[in-house]
């Protein structure tokens, strides 16, 4: 079978979960390429997670209060996606060049212009995501992943770079 991380042509990755003491999970996903092309390039969660039998119920932008990326808020997509019973709140960026992206035709746009005008096409893609479980108000979702967000984001400069 294919891997899937072939198949996605990665140059780094971080896939993990993380567990709160009170046994919450968020799930970290961060997708780096050195150098983006045709092929080789962070793929949107938007035709990912429907391809993986999730539906999507919306998608927003939203900017996270307190959470700032290089000194300018962070705006990212949400949504919450949902596969039979299974609920989970999705926050997802790409974050590419000193850039914080949401829009996914700009992503391709900016690797354009990058690659005539700095000569770099690098970047990520970042993804959080945590379950919501039956009866769990969706307001302490979004504040487990909003509290996880401002942890994850105080870390990443040292990886994803400017």
């Given at each position: 079978?294919?891997?899937?991380?072939?198949a996605l042509k990665v140059d780094d990755y971080l896939l993990t979960s993380y567990t709160h003491t009170d046994g919450t999970v968020v799930?970290?996903?961060v997708a780096y390429y050195a150098s983006q092309k045709k092929g080789q390039s962070a793929h949107s969660p938007r035709t990912c997670m429907p391809g993986g039998g999730w539906k999507m119920q919306g998608l927003t932008q939203k900017r996270l209060e307190?959470?700032?990326v290089n000194g300018v808020p962070l705006i990212v997509n949400r949504t919450i996606i949902q596969k039979g019973d299974?609920?989970?709140?999705?926050?997802?960026?790409f974050q590419?060049?000193?850039r914080i992206i949401t829009n996914e035709y700009l992503v391709k746009w900016y690797?354009?212009?990058d690659a005539l005008t700095k000569n770099r096409t690098d970047g990520a893609l970042i993804r959080l995501t945590t379950y919501?479980?039956?009866?769990e108000e969706l307001e302490v979702a979004e504040k487990r992943l909003h509290d996880f967000t401002r942890l994850a984001v105080e870390q990443l400069h040292d990886y994803v770079p400017n």
């Open positions: 079978p294919l891997n899937i991380l072939d799930n970290l996903y307190g959470i700032d299974y609920r989970q709140l999705v926050y997802y960026w590419e060049r000193g690797i354009l212009w919501i479980p039956p009866g």
